[in-house]
């Protein structure tokens, strides 16, 4: 009886966040994933029929191969720049004691998700502009004598997406680090090991669970970016998110791009799901 009770009251606390999911997340998946078997009427937009069309025209044509290439490239290369700048910054957050100085320093990391995207992005073409602050500094300096062009370019969409994204590597790589038992370096150091052999065979292996888990979430953020392609990349840098934008509002053509969102999610998922049984490989003291 008491296991039943118990069982009831962990369903119930669990209902409205199974609501929430199944109202916001699961039926639009689910409509999004039933229209993007529809086939496209250019009267009615949407067929009344089943097909496969809508995935056979993006795997045979070359130039939607790369963009899904170019998604998925720009998404990997902002989330190992996020774990490797944002490894040092965890790292100093959890040494820093004071608490005043922990909580300026974490609002200081939380800055990025407080500001808005658009704002930052636009903030961001006046940085990278080719009369920008950066290629002025430089050509001052003298160490370049024509402007980087970083707007319009995988360059700058990688760089901006790596500043909006930074937070998340920052605060999980900060989590796992304040879960490390001080007493496990103690030992280490006890037993003569030196400073980069406790870091290097006790702190950074019991942290890359944090690491991973934050560029996980960069890696999805990424890939589904919309807003830095669009404003950095000037629409130029053809990734998915802006095609789908352009079946959508442009073309009109609903079930192409319920096709290329599905596609998409797919590819998000069956490379996050990769990356974490390689991570899993790393880390056997995470296996059961």
Known sequence: MSRAVALLGRTT???PIALLLGVFFLVPMAMVLQLAFRPYDAHALIGTALTL???GRFFGDPDYLWAFGRTLGISAA???LSMVLGYPVAWHLHRVRSGTARLWLTMIVLLPLMVSLVV??????LLLGNNGVINAGLIRLGLISEPFHFLNTMTGV???GTFSSLSYPILTTFAALENIPPDLARSARIHGASEAQVFGRVILPLSLPGVISGGLIV?????AAFVIPFLIGGGRVSVVPLMIYQFTLQLFDWPGAAALGVLLFALTLATSWVVAALAQRLMPWERP
């Open 13 to 15: 606390l669990g209902l």
């Open 53 to 55: 069309k809508n995935f």
């Open 78 to 80: 902002t989330t190992v």
């Open 120 to 125: 930052a992005s636009f903030a961001w073409v």
């Open 158 to 160: 990688i760089i901006v």
């Open 219 to 223: 890696f999805a953020l990424n890939m």
